[in-house]
């Protein structure tokens, strides 16, 4: 079974300041399966990027996410208010063991 | 527009069993798969399985096969997922949600989700 292992458990940062989250596998992920999630007290998770790299529809292009393999980066490039949440990654695979997330990271207003 | 609407919290005693409903609009409901996944309290994701609404196939993640099932009513646009033998360890927030395939496997949109609260 992958595990998915993500870090910093919890950020502090400034508001403009750049956020580097880290999303770790502990085998390759094919197809580059990789999607990030954003995630705000008492709502769904909201769809970031998928396929390691692709924004979803209506996200602003200072989300960005890159990595192959086993390890995937999401930046946010200028931090603004409404970025202050917590972040999950996931894998997608065809196997009986399904889909991974990780344990999310909380990026927290310093 | 494209949502899922899901069914209002329950309350349920340890032992029993819940069914949350997940209804569809904006889309064809059986073109895209329906995934279930759980959040207890202050805890992370936790993806529970899917289900093709098109020939009911479904897959479950081990950890609730033997306790879970998902079906759904392609009348009314509606997925349903059935967890049995309640524990407390299973209060927690359930959501679905549409699986996209085109340009990258992703999970969008998601439903409101179901606070299923298990105590005595």
């Known amino acids: 079974e992958i595990v998915l292992t993500q870090s910093p458990g919890t950020l502090s940062l400034s508001p403009g300041e750049r956020a580097t989250l880290s999303c770790r596998a502990s085998?390759?992920?094919?197809?580059?399966?990789l999607t990030w999630y954003q995630q705000k007290p008492g709502q769904a998770p909201r769809l970031l990027i998928y396929g390691a790299s692709t924004r979803a529809t209506g996200i602003p292009d200072r989300f960005s996410g890159s990595g192959s393999g086993t390890e995937f980066t999401l930046t946010i490039s200028r931090l603004e208010p409404e970025d202050f949440a917590v972040y999950y990654c996931?894998?997608?695979?065809?196997?009986?063991?399904?889909?991974?997330f990780g344990q999310g990271t909380k990026l927290e207003i310093k | 527009q494209v949502q899922l609407v899901q069914s209002g919290a329950e309350v349920k005693k340890p032992g029993t069993s819940v069914r949350v409903a997940c209804k569809t609009f904006g889309y064809t409901f059986t073109n895209y798969d329906i995934n279930w996944v759980r959040q207890a309290p202050g805890q992370g994701l936790e993806w529970m399985g899917w289900m093709n609404p098109d020939n009911g196939h479904t897959g479950y993640a081990q950890k609730f096969q033997g306790r879970v099932v998902m079906t759904r009513d392609t009348s009314i646009g509606t997925a349903y997922m059935d967890l049995s033998s309640l524990g407390s360890e299973d209060t927690a927030v359930y959501y679905c949600a549409r699986r996209q395939w085109r340009g990258g496997v992703r999970l969008d949109p998601w439903g409101q989700g179901t606070l299923v609260t298990v105590s005595s």
């Open positions: 085998q390759s992920i094919r197809n580059n399966h």
């Open positions: 996931q894998r997608y695979d065809n196997s009986p063991t399904g889909d991974t």
